[in-house]
């Protein structure tokens, strides 16, 4: 059974079941009214409840609709001992209860002429209709003896039973009910209660408690009505429910949307209550939607298997619709226009359906969504609807959909996507997992579930991103299949192929207009010259070369439509000069992969015979075997396909080919929408730097993800400016052409630091070592961690590195290599002796640490004396493989004193400045010395002023990376603390602070000031002082504030205020306002 969609669709629908209310929200607008009586139905009748009480049709049911009486009420739910039948009456007249196994009672009934109308409709069908469509089974009038059916139906006009074996005296269609006699034995042509409750069997108590025969049952109780009152006659208090018999309001038709993509599916759904037949079961309606006009009740069953189809069963209701009670309602038409098409899915697996006369090609089946709903959808439980929107319907163009007299437009057209990368700092580094993000309601096909921009689904547009010069399927220029693995590759027959997206590069095969045939092997002419791909390809065997190379193949499409089920005996072969070729040089080895997607790596035997063929101008073919040991069962089966088959096939390398970088790949993105119908993709992209310990590691290359939602690609180099990344997409845009959109960014190098935690350390005592460097994360997700090389044969023992030759850091102790030695047979550990290892302090930090107890003897640089570490200074050396010009560089952890990063830290000419005169200025200068400075590239400087207000600055520095920048003060500068902060390339080099004050006070005053404050002199004394200094125009006090007032005791608060300005808590222009007061009262005189 399908599941209510919440929020799924944009509509509103109020559904309600025989015992609960299931709410299906709408996005944007209310279809129909939730009456507030509803909640008052749903609890004024505890234990009561009838199929047909529904407030959004007002409680109304109309034609041949069976409705149920569902009695839940605990005083009768046992089903091991007798319990007396509820009363429950119809309009007055008894409503016989039966129990079934979940203690609950219940009852089935139906109108007496609308019953008749419809089994007569079947009966005319002929007897391969019996038991199809709108068949009630057979009837018995209520005078029929209780012996026959187990129980009296005297209250009624009648009941439809249905079983035929045995029971004699029955009657079809609109003939007068008669008694019937004999009894029912097996058998059920009824077919409008699918999935009644299984009676109460219990062998303590009568059959369903009343005595019923147990093959009478799904039983109708037939009765003549206009409007109907439901009640139970519960001691204690009557539950009742009206009905009314009549036409049904608020029927509706919906689309899931409006504007439509090219390719989506169309969602349907259909509001009416009528359709619902069968209270128990989804019900099942096939349309017809041109001529010849038909309406089909159950021609397949909710599981899209036959019921009516392929037999008389299949009815056309369409001309029996009024005396069924439908008004409007019940018809289904469609104009399809240019735009819109016919499909299958699991509840109509098939394009047409048959009574065995006719044939009836276009239609559309929707099914119940659940039992007693009376919501309708041409959709399944994947989400495959019967209507979709062709992959080239003309933009702007619609198609009509009329259910009853309610129409609705679908209307077709693209719209512009959009894409982006969003870091979330302010740059990309290794490791760091930044969300990609497309919008692009092109590609929401399908409103029902989430959408993926698969490789191998054919109407997804791919995000890509290439580096290099990656082989790609772009030029492929033929395509051939072959029924046999052993076929010598001279004959096969040609299918049709596109690569329509230059940007993903991928090949769609197109196999819809081939027959069932069978298929081992395929080949392709990859458009390429031998030279070309030379040119790819690293041969190792030649000097200055090295790295691997890579296949990378997604042939997904071929599993899931053409059969493929094991790769694990496919090869594939290169053949240059045409088919079979000059030579053939196989690449792929039968068990070299299972999967249909994946990254393996190319032998370097088979690169060194690529490169050893002669020529560099024949063409490049390649042949895909997937039976290689011609079993049979690898073939694939080309059957009649619907759809077209997309597939990729690179050629990558990475490493270094005659001392220059290579990094040739292209990297696929399988983005997911974000939630139903968003129309919003995401995914995520990484990557991880290349190293001297692992640039030539084929593990490093395994754990690259080339075609997944959370893209992880190899940087060798930094790329910036015209080399950055960018991601490309191919956007069919509003404007109904395909245009790229792209998104990019720099991916940059960063120069690492290397520092102690202490500066001096004793014997015994832990050393703690830092690195700080994110080129060196390779995961976003893991804790990296570098290893000390222990080969005593190694030119890197004792470091960390690799023990051929790659060196990523030394400690060095007395200015030479912490390292082991052997004196006199006896071997005196080094670095890797303590344990030490470069371990991140946690995932995606880029920050690695590790520690070492301090050695009281160390090997000397000639290794052959042990001498003492006191004394000694202890240094480290990052070799860092790309720095953040992207150039090696060895970073020190204590060149140019204690700076870490391997600057000169900024200085400025003095710390503190006074505000100058009026048309006088005075410079603050700022110097310093940046090392591996590149010219060409910028300085960056802040200014912060007191206001906290701050300018920027940019300044080029000279060949040997020096800079002066000059900050000029005017005579209305604010007063107060500046700060200058100094960047280059994202490394922070250093702050400075200076002060501006409007008087100048000699440091040394504060001496005075600071022995005055704790009473180390006396008032007079510090007077003198100050007064002296002003004397001297040592502190300088404006003229308009000078007094010569009497002297009087200095208050205790100058003093306060003298203790803090020696302590540097407030400022010089707070001191000198307090000397000011001083002068202004006389206490200072001049």
Known sequence: MRQCYLSERHFLHLRVNLIKACLIIIASMLLFPIFSSFNAEATHNPHLFVSAENPIYDNHFAGSM??????????????????????????????????????????????????????????????????????FGVFCSSSTASSVLGVGFSDTEGVAVPALPILSDFTNGNAPFTACTASPVGGNDNNVVRNPKSINTNPSVPTGQIGIDVYAWPLIQLFSFDNVEIKYNRPGGIEKVQLEYDDIPNISSITDRKGYPNNAEVFLTINDIQLNQDPTDEDSWTFNINSPQATFYQAFKESGSDSGNNSPGLINLVPHLSSLGFEDNGKLTMNLGNIAKLKT???????????????????????????????????????????????????????????????????????????????????????????????????????????????????????????????????????????????????????????????????????????????????????????????????????????????????RSFQQQLGIKSFSDTNMTLHFGGLPGITQIQILDPGDISSAQGLIQIDKEDVVAINAFSSSSSSVFLSINFDSSDDPSSAGMISNEKDSQPIVIDFFSFGQKNSQEINNAIYRFELEETSNNSGIFVGTIEYTVTNQVNIFDSNLITSLRTIDDRIKFLVNDRLIDEEGINIAYSDIAGVGVTISTSTKTDIKTHSGTVSFTSNTYRFGQPVFFVLNDSDLNQKHDTIESYQVVNDPNSPNVDTVGTSNGELLVEILIKDFRYKRCTINGVEHGGLASTGFILVETEPNSGIFEGSFKMPTQICDKTGTKLISTAGGSLDAKYHDFRDFSGEQNIFSAISFGSSLTGE????????????????????????????????????????????????KFSVFATQKGEYKVVFTLYHNSLPGNYKVSVNYHDSHIGDELFQVSKYLVPEWIKNNARWWSSDQISDSEFISGIEHLMEENIIVIPDSVKSQSTGQNIPFWIKNTAEWWSQDIVSDDEFVAALEFLVKNGIIRL
């Open 66 to 135: 069976v409705i149920e009486v569902v009695v839940s009420d605990p005083d009768y739910n046992d089903i091991g001992e007798a319990e007396g039948e509820p009363d429950v009456t119809l309009n007055g007249n008894d409503l016989r209860m039966v129990q079934a196994t979940d203690g609950k009672w219940y009852a089935y009934f139906a109108n007496i002429n609308a019953a008749k109308r419809a089994d007569q409709i079947v009966l005319d069908a002929g007897l391969g209709a019996v038991g199809k469509s709108l068949d």
């Open 345 to 555: 899915n699991d509840h109509q697996p098939n394009l047409s359906v048959s009574d065995t006369v006719n044939t009836f090609s276009q239609i559309v089946t929707v099914v119940e969504s659940e039992p007693n709903s009376g919501i309708f959808e041409n959709f399944d439980s994947s989400n495959e609807s019967t209507i979709g929107i062709l992959g080239n319907a003309p933009r702007g163009e619609s198609a009509i959909i009329q259910y009853g007299d309610k129409s609705t437009s679908i209307l077709a057209g693209p719209s512009t996507a959009s894409i982006s990368m969003t870091p979330k700092g302010s740059q990309f580094n290794a490791g760091q997992q930044v969300p990609v993000t497309v919008v692009d309601n092109d590609q929401n096909v399908n409103s029902g579930s989430r959408d993926i921009l698969n490789v191998f689904r054919s109407t997804a547009i791919i995000p890509s991103l290439q580096l290099g010069d990656p082989v790609t399927l772009e030029k492929t220029s033929s395509l051939k299949f072959y029924t046999a693995s052993t076929d010598p590759l001279n004959g096969g027959f040609v299918v049709d192929f596109s690569v329509p997206d230059k940007n993903s590069d991928r090949l769609i095969v197109d196999t819809t207009p081939v027959g069932i045939t069978a298929f081992e092997t395929v080949s392709m002419n990859l458009g390429i010259t031998t030279g070309v791909l030379k040119s790819l390809l690293i041969d190792v065997t030649l000097p200055n070369n090295a790295g691997t190379n890579w296949l990378n193949y997604d042939l």
């Open 904 to 951: 000169n830290l900024a200085s400025l000419n003095s710390e503190k400045f006074i505000i100058p005169e009026y048309k006088k200025t005075t410079e603050v200068i700022l110097s310093g010395k940046v090392n591996n400075y590149k010219q060409g590239t910028t300085i960056d400087i802040t200014l912060i002023g007191p206001d906290l207000s701050s300018e």
